[in-house]
Each structure stands twice: as C-alpha cells, then as structure tokens.
C-alpha cells in the first residue's frame, strides 16, 4: 500500500507538518513559501544530486512539490490551516512531472545573475550571518567556514579573517584556537588544495571554449549565439551543483558534543 503524503513528510524530513520542513511560519506570505520551497528543493533536485541517492532525492523533490502545490494554493491552504486536511491524491494524480512545475516557477540561472547575487552578497548581513553561523558550528575551523559561506575561497581569506576577527572584538563570537592559533602547514594544505582546483576550473573552461569555437567555425550568428549561451549555463549549473553541495555538506556536519569538548579538555 502507498504511503500518504503525510507519512512520507515524515519518512523523508522526519516530521508531518508542512511549515515546519519548509521552516517558516504558518503566517508566512506566498512569496516567503515561494522561497522556502526554492531553497529546500534545490538540496534534493533530481539532477543536482550523486546518482547513489537519486532515487531518494527524486522522492524527496516530489513531497516537496506536492507541499508547495497545498499551500500556493489559497483555498487549498485555507482547508489545511483549519482542518489540517487536503487531498491527497489529486495534486499526484494531475502532476505526473514535478520537474517540470519546479521549471514554471523558477526561471533560468544566467551567469549574469550569479555575479549579480555574489556583488549583492560580499559584505552583506547575509554573509556575516552564514560566516558567524559556519564559525560557531566548526569552532574556527577555517577549511569548514570556506567551505560552507558561498563565493569564498582562498584568495577571500584575509577578507574573511577580518571580519571574524572584528566579530571576536565586538563580543559576538568567542575567540576559537583553531582560528586564532592556525598552524601554518594547515594554511599551505588548503591554499595547495585550492590551487589545484582553482587549475581544474581553468581547464574545463578552456575546454568549453575550444568546443565554442569548434561549433562556431561558420559565420552563423545564430549558431555562435547558441553556444555561448551553452557555455554560460554549464557555468551556471556547475556554480549551482558546488554552492548546493556547501550547504549540505554544511548541514550533515554535526556539531561537536559537550561530551566530546569535556573530554578535550580533560586531555588537556
């Protein structure tokens, strides 16, 4: 017997209540669930994940889908808020490609738009936020925090040193060891493991340039046209798939115990 959506809810987000997966507020407007439905769904689209855990990601993606149908909906959402009722089957028997209603809401990524987001970002209360949020939950580890604040890498650290340094003054955050006291062997090992992806990025994109100029051998605009735009969205994927892949692995992390900082400190 199929599981109902409700069991589902709870089999792959462990909970049955709608507001609380998508994480906000039964009050909250049709564009805060918009964008609650956009962030939590990219984490778990079909093509952004490994091929390991496709299939649960595509089951994932489609309770995600069935729950934003519920409550972009008025009247729908109206009867689930009162009654905590809907129907069940109807949203799944009419939308047999969830894919494609994730592609009607959500337009296109350019690469316009990604360096637009990340000259909006830098600097912002959004990135102190996530830079003291991946400080605190890795204790300072400066691997962790680039790996898990969007558009940082190594050429972005004396930047990001700043800031965390200014938050320690101010009180805001306490002053973690493995920030403050880093070992220099550590700083080469990341700056090594950055440079050689920083060399891998190089290569892909002079491949895609070589295959641009390959297709566009002719004088056809239209066609030159094509490719370029070709170009710019595998950039854009590949951006996507790396800043999804952060704030999962950002997620999974666990944090540290009290049990397992008490028996630091005992060694100590």
Known sequence: MALGLLDLCEQYFGARDFYEILKISKNANEKQVKKAYHKLSLLVHPDRVGDDIKAEATEKF?????IHSILSDND???IYDETGQFDDEGDEAVMKNW??????LFKEITVQDINEYEKNYKGSETEIKDLKRAYMDSEGDMDYILESVPFTNCEEEPRLHDIIQDLIKKGEVP??????????????RRKRKWQKEAEEAARLDAMLELEKKERGGNDDLAMAILNKNKSRASQADNFFDSLIDKYAKAAEKPKKSAATKTTKKKKA
């Open 62 to 66: 489609k309770v995600l889908g069935r």
């Open 76 to 78: 729908k959402r109206k």
């Open 99 to 104: 894919a494609d209603y994730w592609r009607t």
């Open 175 to 188: 002053e973690f060891k493995a920030f403050t006291e880093e070992s220099e062997k550590k700083k080469l």
